[in-house]
């Protein structure tokens, strides 16, 4: 029995002392003390990370890209005509597919669909002899800075569940989106814009919608920022011109000092809420700047096509990009193609005809992009990825000049940011079905986006309902042949 009057003797060295506080919790209740523990310790970190949650943050190694720009084409390009030549397919054309490659899952082919061959022409180029058609001539100087990815494999053939998987990483919308899982490990470059900005077709949207730019169950501030076409590209930015800046910083500061009465650190919707309005204020000076094109030279305008009705809406876009990076923008998506099919890159009926458009109105703008970050000295830390949900099938639709989806082989290409230029990794099939070498997931190309950027993909994780999440789930490898 314990005796208040008793001296309290502290052990000698060597002497075991009694369990840890710690030690204790963990043994208690089964555990459940130390959950208790974990929920307070978890509450601190919050708050005292509350104040910037968007400063920047080191990674988990030294990055090779600082900041990254993906270009995502909406609806799927034939990788069997721009970037991956299959003359065995052509010597097919008009035959049934021969069995010996197997039955193939699309979402709208009959049975027994005849072999569609490419109607390009096709040359190598750069000291890398890289193949590519004439659907890209801009691209064909850029031979030796970008690395094709030729074996990239996706889950699905459907397009919103493909866009969720190439931008989350699972098919099911929900999940934080590529540029929400960089931000939340990065943080942001800029104080004055936002971390992750999304621009997408003027005529709609992509089928996936907003989940592909979404948070998930991140904390809100590290959704995708979606940025308008014209001079003000983000709604309800500017005061009314009666409210003088004066009044609008003291506004502020007493809504901030109202919102911060007694906030709950776990309420993540209130604090990106207080950080978007301190956000906001900043960025009616720092975003018409960093979207006054005006600023630039007419041989920069002349470069990105600006002066041409095809390749001007793209090329705005591309050159707001780069504006974007060199201001510190962490992370920029540019959606081509959206809302009707017709301005997609959806080829069901005739791919030809499709692709002379799509590849019209973006080759000259992604070679411009590539171009004008090399020339400035930001190609080195910036990373440029191209590519789409899936690709397509080396079998015509209903007989026709189009083609359906294909997710079992398709072509990405990585340049700057650490990406070893002029390289070719991995391989389809002689049609361009099947990945057969050096296959690469959706998984593996996140994988090696976050590393390129100083992120371990599986050391970046958060818990959600009871569960560690990453945006690789339980795979993921890094393509270590794309790296310099």
């Known amino acids: 029995m314990y005796d208040p009057r008793s001296p309290v003797r502290c052990p000698g060295p060597g002497v075991p002392s009694g369990p840890s506080r710690r030690e204790f919790l963990k043994r208690s209740g089964n555990g459940f003390g130390l959950l208790g523990l974990a929920h307070l310790l978890q509450r601190e970190a919050l708050a005292s990370s509350s104040a910037n949650p968007m400063a920047p943050k080191p990674g988990h190694f030294p990055a090779r890209a600082k900041r990254c720009i993906f270009l995502f084409m909406t609806g799927g390009p034939s990788h069997m005509d721009i970037y991956d030549p299959k003359p065995v397919l052509n010597q097919l054309d008009g035959q049934p597919l021969p069995p010996s490659f197997g039955k193939i899952h699309s979402q709208f082919l009959e049975s027994d669909p005849l072999c569609l061959g490419s109607h390009r022409k096709w040359g190598r180029y750069g000291q890398s002899g890289l193949d590519m058609s004439d659907l890209v001539p801009h691209m064909h100087p850029h031979a030796d800075d970008i690395a094709l990815i030729r074996s990239c494999v996706a889950d699905s053939v459907i397009h919103a569940p493909a866009m969720y998987q190439m931008n989350t990483g699972r098919v099911f919308m929900g999940y934080p989106s590529l540029g929400s899982w960089v931000t939340y490990g990065l943080g942001s470059e800029s104080e004055d814009l936002p971390a992750y900005v999304v621009m997408t077709q003027p005529e709609g949207t992509p089928e996936g919608g907003a989940p592909c730019w979404g948070g998930g169950f991140l904390p809100t501030q590290y959704q995708g920022t979606l940025f308008r076409g014209g001079p003000n590209p983000i709604i309800n930015l500017k005061p009314p011109a009666a409210f003088t800046p004066d009044q609008q910083r003291r506004t502020l500061d007493l809504l901030g000092q109202m919102n911060r009465t007694d906030l709950d650190p776990l309420d993540t919707e209130l604090s990106a809420r207080i950080s978007s309005y301190e956000l906001a204020y900043r960025m009616q000076s720092a975003a018409p700047e960093a979207v006054d094109l005006a600023r630039e030279s007419a041989e920069t305008r002349e470069l990105y096509g600006l002066n041409e009705p095809r390749t001007a809406e793209f090329g705005t876009r591309c050159l707001l990009a780069r504006r974007l990076v060199e201001r510190g923008v962490r992370f920029v998506q540019l959606y081509s193609g959206g809302g009707p099919v017709a301005i997609q890159w959806d080829a069901h009926d005739d791919l030809d005809a499709n692709h002379e458009k799509m590849c019209g109105l973006t080759d000259r703008p992604v070679a411009a992009l590539l171009t004008d970050l090399k020339r400035r000295g930001l190609l ?78 599986k050391a970046l994780t958060h818990l959600h309902s009871g569960r560690d999440e990453r945006l690789t789930d339980v795979a993921g490898r890094v393509l270590k042949k794309l790296i310099a």
């Open 380 to 457: 080195d830390e910036t990373l440029v990825v191209w590519g789409a949900e899936f690709g397509r099938t080396p079998v015509s639709q209903k007989g026709g000049r189009g083609r359906d989806h294909n997710a079992t082989g398709f072509t990405m290409w990585m340049a700057g940011g650490g990406v070893k230029g002029g390289t070719v990794v991995g391989a389809t099939d002689e049609i361009g079905l099947n990945a057969i070498e050096d296959r690469a997931h959706v998984n593996d190309i996140h994988a090696t986006i976050l590393h390129l950027m100083g992120i371990d993909h």
